[in-house]
């Protein structure tokens, strides 16, 4: 039973980590909270449902059609939306980011002609393997690949590419980064392709596990994605990963002992406390003014 | 002339930092700008960069007006900056540090040799490479700023307070060092509050007070004015 939800709720933490990532790394570079990221994580399960009920590709198509949109969406979203803003007050963009969240939320709803959840087709087949008294889901199973190749994939082109090594840079010190010859809107632009990606790809990995997306997914997730970032420390990626399972986990362990009503206060419970504890998060960077 | 500054007005909203000051910065040269806390010297240097806005004046760099060009495009033009309080990359390693100094140099290979030059210069930046920079020691951090600074092979190097806070033995290498970047071909802008140093190294000085260049003249010829003695050497 306990081992039983530690996989359900790993496989839940690590659909959250996923998007906790897009919402760490943007304000790691440019401090904003971008609020339309769970928009572009809906898009990603809109984009891969379209992919498998209409062009009937499999799972994999579908995952990089997704991203295929999405990035570029959310390339656009920062040009438009909160690079012009860079240098006004710090709630200018925050209320633009609001605004392209509702603007997104409502497009889709137009489009599709009504608000209500769709289902997603079985791309994936129902098979379930035991290990002992624990079961996985291949859908499972799918997802904790998934996630953990990305994961990877992300680590290693933060630590090791130029354009990594130029993120972190910009994100400790967007000024000197400048000084070093770095475009930084180059840098910003690349942070939101990477972000989005990883949304993109929770967007159809989540709507195929729950089996049913709609137009306002990305609210509570987003949400719940955010406060991932912030227990482990927003700014700090392996902080989004670990803030991300962390949330999972906590989740699915409060359904379990019968908190069912509670489920979605969870997250903003943990919060609340490891904050108390840990005002900079789990893994944050104490916190450093900069000149 | 290298770099010429002409009548540069420079305001933070309301505050007028630098009013119309003029300068020049002969190529082959160390040339000073000394001055009390607050006195323009960082803006100066920030403004050659493109990190701050000139409101008004002009700044030459090899007979082109760089008023305009957006910060990251001044170190692919051989400018190079080693910033007031060394903003080392404390979370990058040593090395990692110094690859963002070649960030505009497109060959690997032109990198790789600046690298292997930096490390002959500073010995001690290639024992720490691995090490995160935020772990170095003052003075460390100094000579990684100094090294980052070189990467690109900078034509002008502009420093701001390289001394600043370093012990006066570490103060005494740092200074020798800058002679010798100097004597190899780098024409040097150095700010500086520790006048004394500063002008024992320099060809050249400029005395900046509340924005203005209020003496300027050959670093000897400086160095015995009574004023200049009574203000910035302490005497
Ligand atoms: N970012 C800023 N915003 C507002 N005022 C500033 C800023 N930076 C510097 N100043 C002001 O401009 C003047 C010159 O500062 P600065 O160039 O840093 O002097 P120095 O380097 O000689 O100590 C000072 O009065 C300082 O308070
Ligand atoms: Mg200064």
Redo the contacts with the bound molecule.
């Keep these: 039973m306990f081992f039983q939800q530690l996989v359900n709720g790993v496989t839940l933490g690590a659909t959250y980590a996923l998007i906790a990532l897009g919402y760490t790394m943007v304000y790691g570079i440019i401090q904003l909270i971008n609020f339309a990221h769970g928009e572009v994580y809906m898009i990603g399960a809109f984009v891969g449902l379209i992919m498998v009920a209409v062009y009937k590709v499999n799972f994999f198509i579908a995952l990089l059609a997704a991203m295929a949109v999405c990035i570029p969406l959310a390339v656009l979203i920062e040009r438009v939306a909160y690079r012009p803003l860079r240098n006004s007050t710090r709630l200018a963009p925050l209320i633009s980011a609001l605004g392209v969240s509702i603007f997104l939320q409502t497009l889709v709803t137009l489009i599709k002609g009504d608000p209500n959840p769709l289902g997603f087709p079985h791309v994936i087949q129902d098979t379930v393997y035991a290990l002992g008294p624990v079961k996985f889901s291949l859908i499972q199973v799918v997802i904790l690949i998934v996630a953990s190749l990305l994961m990877v994939f992300l680590e290693i082109t933060v630590k090791y590419t130029k354009i990594g090594k130029a993120m972190r840079a910009t994100s400790e010190d967007y000024e000197t980064a400048n000084l070093m010859g770095i475009n930084v809107n180059h840098v910003v632009s690349f942070t939101f392709a990477a972000g989005a990606a990883l949304a993109a790809a929770g967007g159809v990995l989540v709507g195929m596990y729950f089996n049913s997306i709609n137009p306002f997914m990305g609210v509570t997730v987003g949400l719940k994605s955010f406060c991932a970032a912030v227990v482990g420390g927003i700014g700090s990626i392996p902080g989004a990963m670990l803030g991300g399972l962390l949330l999972g986990i906590a989740e699915v362990f409060g359904v379990a002992a019968g908190f069912d009503t509670y489920k979605e206060a969870i997250s903003f419970g943990l919060l609340i406390i490891i904050l108390l504890f840990r005002p900079t998060g789990l893994l944050g960077h104490p916190i450093q003014r900069k000149v | 002339m290298l770099l010429a500054v002409e009548n540069l007005h420079v305001s933070?909203?309301g505050?007028r930092?630098l009013k119309g000051i003029s300068f020049e910065v002969e190529e082959g040269k160390i040339v000073a700008l000394i001055?009390?806390?607050?006195?323009?010297?960082?803006?100066?240097l920030?403004t050659i960069c493109g990190l701050v806005r000139a409101q008004s004046g002009r700044i030459e760099y090899k007979g082109t007006v760089v008023n305009k060009v957006p910060p990251y495009k001044i170190v692919g033009m051989g400018i190079s900056m080693v910033p007031?309080g060394r903003r080392v990359f404390t979370r990058l390693t040593v090395l990692e540090n110094l690859e963002m100094g070649a960030y505009s140099r497109g060959s690997s290979q032109e990198a790789k040799e600046s690298l292997a030059n930096v490390f002959k210069r500073f010995p001690r930046l290639q024992e720490r490479k691995s090490q995160l920079a935020g772990t170095l020691s003052g003075g460390e951090q100094q000579m990684l700023a100094m090294g980052r600074a070189l990467m690109s092979r900078p034509q002008l190097l502009l420093m701001?307070e390289p001394s600043m806070g370093l012990a006066p033995m570490l103060v005494e290498e740092i200074f020798s060092i800058i002679r010798e970047i100097n004597n190899s071909g780098t024409t040097i802008l150095l700010?500086e509050q520790n006048a004394h140093m500063a002008l024992s190294v320099a060809g050249s000085a400029y005395v900046?007070e509340t924005?203005e260049i209020a003496l300027s003249g050959p670093a000897a010829e400086m160095a015995d004015n009574p004023e200049v003695r009574k203000c910035y050497l302490g005497e």
Excluded: M, P, W
């Design positions: 933070y909203g505050i930092a001055g009390a806390n607050g006195a323009g010297k960082s803006t100066t920030r007031e701001d700010v900046l924005g």
